[in-house]
């Protein structure tokens, strides 16, 4: 391995310990996951965008598994009403939307980025997209899995008839609400600048 190559991963790692550590300190602050009725919005989604975009979907990964984490313990501790729920039904599947989606995120999140950039011209445009591609990846897929799994469940049904749903998308739509047009703003507009930023003060 040569210096330029064992230099490049000392980078990549102070820079996913700096993003990890931004997220326990937005958990600890308490502003990663704001209470807004059974959900909670959440802005960690912006630190994982930029990982994923500036070290590849491993670090994506690695930092979705991290806020996971967190949100897990949100689940067992009765931090979150629903995922407490979705807890006392089932740990496992619980485990798995809480950990296993955000994990997913983070790496999705990473190989679009990769992706867009070998074709964005511009090489700004992709980094927006990036940044939009979390939050929005995010509602995606751990609505999806709780209408997978916990669809059937006597919680769900309750919320669908307190919302006057209709089916699983009004569901989604109508859970999610202001609070997910608020977290992809967030991610698309402070991650893509940051982001792009970063990425050019180290000349990536």
């Known amino acids: ?12 790692l102070a820079q996913l310990a700096l993003l990890v550590a931004v997220i326990l300190v937005m958990k600890l602050t308490g502003i990663s996951s ?15 965008a930029i990982g994923a975009m500036l070290m590849g979907p491993v670090a994506g990964g690695v930092l979705g598994m991290i806020y996971g984490f967190t949100s897990f313990y949100d689940a067992v501790s009765g931090g979150s009403v629903m995922t407490g729920i979705f807890f006392q039904i089932s740990p496992v599947h ?7 989606m955000r994990i997913l995120v983070g790496v ?19 980094y927006f997209a990036g940044g939009l591609a ?30 006057g749903a209709s089916g ?10 202001v609070q997910g047009l608020v977290e992809a703003l967030t991610g ?11 990425a050019r003060a180290l000349k990536m």
Do not use: H, W
């Open 108 to 126: 999705l999140t990473g190989l679009l980025f990769m992706g867009l950039k070998k074709i964005d011209k511009t090489d700004t445009v992709c």
């Open 34 to 48: 704001i209470p807004v009725g059974p959900l909670n919005m959440t802005f960690t989604m912006v630190p994982i």
């Open 168 to 177: 699983p998308l009004m569901f989604v739509v109508l859970s999610v609400g």
């Open 134 to 163: 979390a939050p929005l990846l995010n509602t995606i897929l751990f609505m999806g899995y709780i209408v997978l799994v916990f669809y059937q469940t006597g919680y769900v049904q309750e919320r669908l008839a307190a919302l």
């Open 188 to 198: 698309l507009v402070i991650g893509g600048i940051v982001t792009k930023a970063v």
């Open 94 to 100: 619980t485990f798995i939307l809480c950990v296993g």
């Open 1 to 12: 391995m040569t210096t330029a190559m064992k230099r490049e991963n000392v980078l990549k």
